[in-house]
């Protein structure tokens, strides 16, 4: 079946320590995305990869960096983690972007730890 | 802005019960509606969706139609089980911008 996998799904830090958070998905899709999910909170957007092209939002703090080398995978990475980056945080892809009506398919997330 | 307001607070009822939680949008164009459910320590999965106007979004028992004219989006089942605790999100994008805009979420916890 094709999907969105994340590895791993709980990871565990130590404060100030890098991280890298991996996605991948077999849907061939041109749009990969990266959300922060704190409990009991909706998804917060990061960033997405258009194809190769990155696209930041404008909130989301200096720490957090993606990287993807191919379609298939995507990585967030979190350069001096703090306790308040522990969450949850969401992989997804889409066809296309912009259309209004393209789903997102999510993946079932990588629970960070801090410490 | 874009933003999607959904019913305060859990929604605990029992087994066989009628469910219906509330989504209301506001939007800058002309969305698109979503529904996503988020079992204990999962990520989202699309739940239904409908794209235009008077569209009704139909999966596993749960339905929602797009109504313009009151900017709702309300989901609905007739007979819930112990399986669909779970927290529903109502989500909104507009057409030529990616984002979704979420709601906060409601908790369903369907008791046996």
């Known amino acids: 079946d094709a999907m969105v996998i994340q590895n791993p799904r709980y990871q565990v830090t130590q404060f100030g320590k890098p991280v890298t958070l991996s996605c991948s998905q077999t849907?061939?899709?041109?749009?990969m995305y990266w959300y922060q999910q704190k409990s009991s909170q909706a998804p917060k957007l990061l960033f997405h990869?258009?194809?190769?092209?990155?696209?930041n939002e404008a909130d989301t703090p200096d720490n957090f960096q993606s990287r993807r080398p191919n379609t298939s995978f995507c990585f967030l990475d979190i350069r001096s983690p703090g306790l308040g980056d522990a969450a949850m945080y969401l992989c997804?892809?889409?066809?296309?972007?912009?259309?209004?009506?393209?789903?997102?398919?999510f993946g079932p997330g990588t629970r960070l730890t801090v410490l | 802005g874009d933003s999607v307001t959904q019913m305060e607070g859990p929604v605990t009822l029992s087994e066989e019960a009628f469910l219906t939680i509330n989504c209301t949008y506001t939007?800058?164009?002309?969305?698109?509606l979503f529904w996503y459910v988020q079992y204990p320590g999962e990520g989202l999965q699309l739940l239904l969706k409908?794209?235009?106007?008077?569209d009704k979004g139909s999966n596993k028992g749960f339905e929602a139609t797009y109504r313009k004219e009151t900017t709702s989006f309300h989901l609905e089942k007739g007979s819930v089980q112990v399986s669909d605790s779970a927290v529903y999100f109502c989500?909104?994008?507009?057409?030529?911008?990616?984002?979704?805009?979420f709601g906060k979420g409601n908790q369903v916890v369907v008791i046996p």
């Open positions: 997804a892809t889409s066809r296309e972007r912009g259309s209004g009506g393209d789903t997102q398919y």
């Open positions: 849907l061939n899709h041109n749009v």
């Open positions: 990869y258009y194809d190769k092209d990155f696209n």
């Open positions: 939007a800058t164009g002309y969305p698109s």
């Open positions: 409908a794209t235009k106007a008077d």
């Open positions: 989500a909104l994008m507009v057409y030529g911008n990616n984002r979704l805009a």
